[in-house]
């Protein structure tokens, strides 16, 4: 998928701008664009969690979630747990599992929990793991 190939390789082509898998540069593309939509924001979360900025990655969340009318979906999620694992952000990890159900009242899928053991795992947390299996 596009998706998937743009977040892995850290690169996006917009016509004449080419970025060169600089995070901060792929962020200037991001805010450039007059469109944000959920498969955009999907992007930047992703990339920003793959590419080890679990901090930038919680705050494109935040900032989707001030003023934008984008709602979040379960891929959202999927690259903001993974953000916050390979950045070992535990307790962040957590709190936006959690708040998957009781604020934006989506249901877990196995691959939020799977998010959930490899951040449990990589904190070597894992006598917790069982309560998310």
């Given at each position: 998928m596009?998706?998937?190939?743009?977040?892995?390789s850290?690169?996006?082509?917009?016509?004449t701008?080419r970025?060169?898998?600089?995070?901060e540069?792929?962020?200037?593309v991001?805010?450039?664009?007059?469109?944000?939509?959920?498969?955009?924001?999907?992007l930047?979360?992703?990339?920003?969690?793959?590419?080890?900025?679990?901090?930038?990655a919680?705050?494109a969340?935040?900032?989707m979630g001030?003023?934008?009318?984008?709602?979040?979906?379960g891929?959202?999620?999927?690259g903001?747990?993974?953000?916050c694992?390979?950045?070992g952000?535990v307790?962040?990890?957590?709190?936006?599992?959690?708040?998957m159900?009781?604020?934006y009242?989506?249901?877990?899928?196995?691959?939020?929990?799977?998010?959930?053991?490899?951040?449990l795992?990589?904190a070597?947390?894992?006598?917790?793991?069982?309560?998310?299996?």
């Amino acid at each position: 998928m596009v998706s998937s190939a743009c977040a892995q390789s850290g690169a996006l082509n917009m016509g004449t701008f080419r970025t060169t898998g600089s995070v901060e540069t792929e962020l200037e593309v991001f805010h450039w664009m007059p469109v944000n939509i959920i498969f955009c924001w999907n992007l930047a979360i992703t990339g920003l969690g793959m590419h080890g900025c679990g901090e930038q990655a919680i705050e494109a969340f935040l900032e989707m979630g001030r003023g934008q009318g984008t709602k979040a979906d379960g891929l959202t999620f999927l690259g903001l747990l993974s953000g916050c694992s390979h950045a070992g952000f535990v307790s962040e990890g957590k709190k936006y599992f959690s708040e998957m159900f009781k604020v934006y009242g989506m249901e877990p899928m196995i691959e939020h929990y799977g998010c959930m053991v490899d951040l449990l795992g990589y904190a070597e947390l894992l006598e917790e793991a069982p309560h998310f299996v």
